[in-house]
């Protein structure tokens, strides 16, 4: 199987002098579904963003389908990321003057391209948005917001899909809703998708669990369950806590 | 709340620079034509007249403009923080609260300007009583003075400006629903300006006919007036640029259409409006007298009202074209969240900008033509009353001019400003 993405050797460090990746090596084959987790600051969205090209990591590469994005320039990264990468953030980043069809094609209409609006419709209906294409996403729910999110991320059937706590401000209901969406992607669609979250139960929606300490890999699990991913996590705070 | 409100000027202080400058600059002015009312209160039965209608005309002007100008930025600032007042509120504060607090920032704001202008104020004063004493207006012999006219005066307007805007916005921001702002209110404001301007122009047009020079007084308040009143206008009057110029911007692309979409930014279109109207209705005004003037016997102070003309446009124009920047940088820096977002979704910088500039295209189109409009309220008249034909005999290149500083201003502010906006990666930007 190949890569879809793959991480040499990853560092950030911000402008405050935070280290918050420190050297972290990681890959993710095409067709996984890969949750990431580790205890709060511990670098996981700051390593979302280096992955996705949101952001750039101080030192080390990121691969996205065999093309290096830490050597292309802003602009370069942006068009690339536009149709190969999807991102899915927790607080959704919705335009606010758009409506939902509108934010949907966003990214393709920003790449030149036209949407089919077939696809954009069934996308819309499958989440459940069907009714509320031409709503501004101040009124819907947080839950809805997300799907939106979500339908844009897929549209452009990008390689890879990156989400940011996708349903850390959802009920129980709409977060089952969007994690089967997101393994449906990987299992029925065939694409990689890589989630950061806090929540043992939606880990075990994924394939294998990436465990993340003070910006380093802190050990992997495959096959999990919530009960594991639990364990696992606790373990992981004695560990932070005690030097090794 | 009070606290609240001194602990936001202390650490925000970036969110006020706009309002501090419009009351500075305005306070500024209005104290320099006040001034020389102290100035009269000592001087002959001749120089007094002189300085008292220099005042009149002159401040009369600056007080509508400054009190119009104060009051649109303070409600823009005011605008831009919904989501600090609504995070207050869930936080507790009630309507009353924040309405104390957004008072008592703005009378602080004011004051301070105020404070700050008066030794501008004061220079700008002997400047003006120089002026008429260069063209024999008033006695050489007498001195300028600065007294409690002009510091009443100053402070009165900027205060009472501030505060009456103040307690509008902060009536409509701490009721709750913020979206309900009062259209009627603002268009049937509008109408009356337009009015009281149409009215000013039929009264050159026909009482002043033959009065000469003396035109001028109600031809210039016609165009200030319409110039104010289709200010008011401004989101209608965008509304109907976009849709006309809707289908060229599309051309654009995605950059294009963001800027169809994005939030309207018509407070802008007011500065740029203003601008247009009162500079092209005075020059033009003033070219129709320099030649129905030509050869003919004059009274002893058209040179003084001539000299003044340019004055007044001058510092007008400073005034609005400061006013202008300040609201593009305001209003610009505030959609930092709003680009970052766009980024995120897949927006380059440069399509970013792109959209800004088009946004500014719809804003200068916007504000360059209805200020066309409103100069032709002091034009036309002017033109029937003193030279007896109403399209004026004079070159478009004035207006050429004063359009083309409108373009500069708008676009050299907006894309500055976010370039600067659009530093840095995204994803801090959209946490900010
Ligand atoms: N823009 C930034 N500027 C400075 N420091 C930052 C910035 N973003 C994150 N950090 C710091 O980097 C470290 C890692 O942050 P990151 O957001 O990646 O953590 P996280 O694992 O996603 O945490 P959480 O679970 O709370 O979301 C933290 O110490 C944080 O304070
Ligand atoms: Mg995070």
Same mark, same amino acid.
């Given at each position: 199987?190949?890569?879809?993405?793959?991480?040499?050797?990853?560092?950030?460090?911000?402008?405050?002098?935070?280290?918050?990746?420190?050297?972290?090596? !990681?890959?993710?084959?095409?067709?996984?579904?890969?949750?990431? $987790?580790?205890?709060?600051?511990?670098?996981?969205?700051?390593?979302?963003?280096?992955?996705?090209?949101?952001?750039?990591?101080?030192?080390?590469?990121?691969?996205?389908?065999?093309?290096?994005?830490?050597?292309?320039?802003?602009?370069? $990264?942006?068009?690339?990321?536009?149709?190969?990468?999807?991102?899915?953030?927790?607080?959704?980043?919705?335009?606010?003057?758009?409506?939902?069809?509108?934010?949907?094609?966003?990214?393709?209409?920003? !790449?030149?391209?036209? !949407?089919?609006?077939?696809?954009?419709?069934?996308?819309?209906?499958?989440?459940?948005?069907?009714?509320?294409?031409?709503?501004?996403?101040?009124?819907?729910?947080?839950?809805?917001?997300?799907?939106?999110?979500?339908?844009?991320?897929?549209?452009?059937?990008?390689?890879?899909?990156?989400?940011?706590?996708?349903?850390?401000?959802?009920?129980?209901?709409?977060?089952?809703?969007?994690?089967?969406?997101?393994?449906?992607?990987?299992?029925?669609?065939?694409?990689?998708?890589? $989630?950061?979250?806090?929540?043992?139960?939606?880990?075990?929606?994924?394939?294998?669990?990436?465990?993340?300490?003070?910006?380093?890999?802190?050990?992997?699990?495959?096959?999990?369950?919530?009960?594991?991913? !639990?364990?696992?996590?606790?373990?992981?705070?004695?560990?932070?806590?005690?030097?090794? | 709340?009070?606290?609240?409100?001194?602990?936001?000027?202390?650490?925000?202080?970036?969110?006020?620079?706009?309002?501090?400058?419009?009351?500075?600059?305005?306070?500024? =002015?209005?104290?320099?034509?006040?001034?020389?009312?102290?100035?009269?209160?000592?001087?002959?039965?001749?120089?007094?007249?002189?300085?008292?209608?220099?005042?009149?005309?002159?401040?009369?002007?600056?007080?509508?403009?400054?009190?119009?100008?104060?009051?649109?930025?303070?409600?823009?600032?005011?605008?831009?923080?919904?989501?600090?007042?609504?995070?207050?509120?869930?936080?507790?504060?009630?309507?009353?609260?924040?309405?104390?607090?957004?008072?008592?920032?703005?009378?602080?704001?004011?004051?301070?300007?105020?404070?700050?202008?008066?030794?501008?104020?004061?220079?700008?004063?002997?400047?003006?009583?120089?002026?008429?004493?260069?063209?024999?207006?008033?006695?050489?012999?007498?001195?300028?003075?600065?007294?409690?006219?002009? =510091?009443?005066?100053?402070?009165?307007?900027? =205060?009472?400006?501030?505060?009456?805007?103040?307690?509008?916005?902060?009536?409509?921001?701490?009721? @709750?629903? @913020?979206?309900?702002?009062?259209?009627?209110?603002?268009?049937?404001?509008?109408?009356?300006?337009?009015?009281?301007?149409?009215?000013?122009?039929?009264?050159?047009?026909?009482?002043?006919?033959?009065?000469? +020079?003396?035109?001028?007084?109600?031809?210039?308040?016609?165009?200030?007036?319409?110039?104010?009143?289709?200010?008011?206008?401004?989101?209608?009057?965008?509304?109907?640029?976009?849709?006309?110029?809707?289908?060229?911007?599309?051309?654009?692309?995605?950059?294009? /259409?963001?800027?169809?979409?994005?939030?309207?930014?018509?407070?802008?279109?007011?500065?740029?409006?203003?601008?247009?109207?009162?500079?092209?209705?005075?020059?033009?005004? #003033?070219?129709? /007298?320099?030649?129905?003037?030509?050869? #003919?016997?004059?009274?002893?102070?058209?040179?003084?009202?001539?000299?003044?003309?340019?004055?007044?446009?001058?510092?007008?124009?400073?005034?609005?074209? +400061?006013?202008?920047?300040?609201? =593009?940088?305001?209003?610009?820096?505030? @959609?930092?969240? /709003?680009?970052?977002? #766009? @980024?995120?979704?897949?927006?380059?910088?440069?399509?970013?900008?792109?959209?800004?500039?088009?946004?500014?295209?719809?804003?200068?189109?916007?504000?360059?033509?209805?200020?066309?409009?409103?100069?032709?309220?002091?034009?036309?008249?002017?033109?029937?009353?003193?030279?007896?034909?109403?399209?004026?005999?004079?070159?478009?290149?004035?207006?050429?001019?004063?359009?083309?500083?409108?373009?500069?201003?708008?676009?050299?502010?907006?894309?500055?400003?976010?370039?600067?906006?659009?530093?840095?990666?995204?994803?801090?930007?959209?946490?900010?």
């Amino acid at each position: 199987m190949t890569d879809v993405v793959s991480l040499e050797a990853l560092y950030k460090t911000y402008d405050g002098g935070v280290t918050a990746l420190d050297g972290v090596t !990681a890959s993710f084959p095409a067709g996984s579904f890969t949750a990431v $987790m580790g205890p709060s600051g511990s670098g996981k969205s700051t390593l979302l963003q280096c992955a996705a090209g949101l952001d750039r990591p101080t030192g080390g590469r990121v691969f996205i389908d065999g093309a290096e994005l830490t050597a292309t320039k802003d602009t370069a $990264m942006t068009k690339f990321r536009r149709t190969r990468v999807g991102f899915v953030f927790q607080d959704y980043n919705l335009l606010p003057s758009l409506t939902v069809e509108q934010n949907v094609v966003l990214p393709l209409r920003l !790449a030149g391209r036209r !949407a089919d609006r077939h696809r954009v419709r069934e996308i819309l209906d499958r989440l459940g948005l069907g009714d509320r294409r031409d709503e501004l996403p101040e009124r819907l729910s947080g839950g809805q917001r997300q799907r939106v999110a979500v339908a844009r991320a897929l549209l452009a059937q990008p390689a890879v899909v990156f989400a940011d706590e996708p349903t850390g401000a959802l009920d129980l209901r709409s977060a089952r809703e969007v994690l089967t969406l997101l393994r449906s992607v990987v299992h029925q669609h065939g694409r990689t998708v890589i $989630m950061v979250t806090h929540d043992p139960v939606a880990a075990a929606y994924a394939d294998s669990v990436l465990f993340l300490a003070d910006g380093r890999l802190a050990g992997s699990l495959r096959a999990p369950t919530p009960d594991a991913v !639990a364990e696992r996590l606790a373990h992981l705070g004695d560990r932070v806590g005690v030097p090794a | 709340m009070i606290a609240v409100a001194l602990r936001n000027l202390r650490h925000r202080p970036g969110g006020f620079v706009a309002t501090f400058l419009s009351a500075f600059l305005g306070a500024a =002015l209005i104290m320099a034509f006040a001034s020389l009312l102290d100035t009269a209160s000592g001087a002959d039965a001749a120089s007094n007249e002189s300085l008292v209608t220099t005042a009149s005309v002159g401040g009369g002007w600056c007080l509508v403009i400054v009190a119009f100008a104060v009051t649109s930025t303070l409600t823009l600032a005011v605008r831009q923080r919904d989501q600090q007042f609504a995070l207050l509120r869930s936080v507790g504060a009630t309507g009353p609260q924040l309405r104390r607090m957004i008072v008592g920032e703005a009378v602080a704001v004011a004051l301070l300007a105020s404070a700050v202008a008066v030794p501008v104020g004061w220079a700008l004063g002997r400047v003006l009583v120089d002026l008429l004493q260069n063209t024999g207006q008033v006695a050489s012999t007498i001195d300028p003075v600065f007294g409690p006219v002009a =510091l009443g005066a100053g402070f009165g307007v900027t =205060l009472t400006g501030s505060l009456v805007a103040a307690v509008a916005t902060a009536r409509r921001t701490a009721a @709750r629903d @913020r979206r309900r702002q009062r259209p009627l209110l603002r268009r049937i404001g509008a109408g009356l300006f337009l009015l009281i301007g149409a009215n000013c122009a039929l009264l050159t047009a026909t009482l002043m006919d033959g009065k000469g +020079i003396d035109a001028m007084q109600t031809a210039g308040q016609a165009g200030i007036w319409a110039a104010i009143g289709l200010a008011l206008l401004a989101p209608e009057l965008l509304r109907l640029v976009t849709a006309v110029l809707g289908p060229v911007v599309r051309l654009f692309g995605a950059p294009g /259409e963001l800027a169809l979409s994005g939030p309207r930014l018509s407070s802008a279109v007011m500065p740029v409006l203003l601008f247009t109207g009162i500079a092209t209705g005075t020059v033009y005004m #003033q070219g129709i /007298e320099d030649r129905a003037a030509a050869g #003919q016997i004059q009274p002893a102070y058209a040179q003084d009202i001539q000299t003044l003309n340019y004055v007044v446009v001058g510092m007008v124009t400073v005034f609005v074209a +400061i006013m202008l920047v300040n609201t =593009l940088i305001a209003a610009t820096t505030h @959609r930092r969240r /709003e680009f970052a977002q #766009q @980024r995120l979704a897949g927006a380059t910088r440069g399509q970013v900008t792109g959209m800004v500039a088009l946004e500014g295209v719809l804003i200068t189109v916007t504000g360059v033509l209805g200020g066309l409009v409103a100069s032709l309220f002091t034009v036309l008249p002017f033109g029937s009353a003193r030279a007896g034909r109403v399209w004026p005999d004079a070159s478009p290149a004035a207006f050429g001019i004063v359009a083309a500083i409108a373009v500069v201003l708008t676009a050299s502010a907006l894309v500055q400003t976010a370039r600067r906006t659009l530093h840095g990666p995204a994803t801090a930007a959209v946490r900010a």
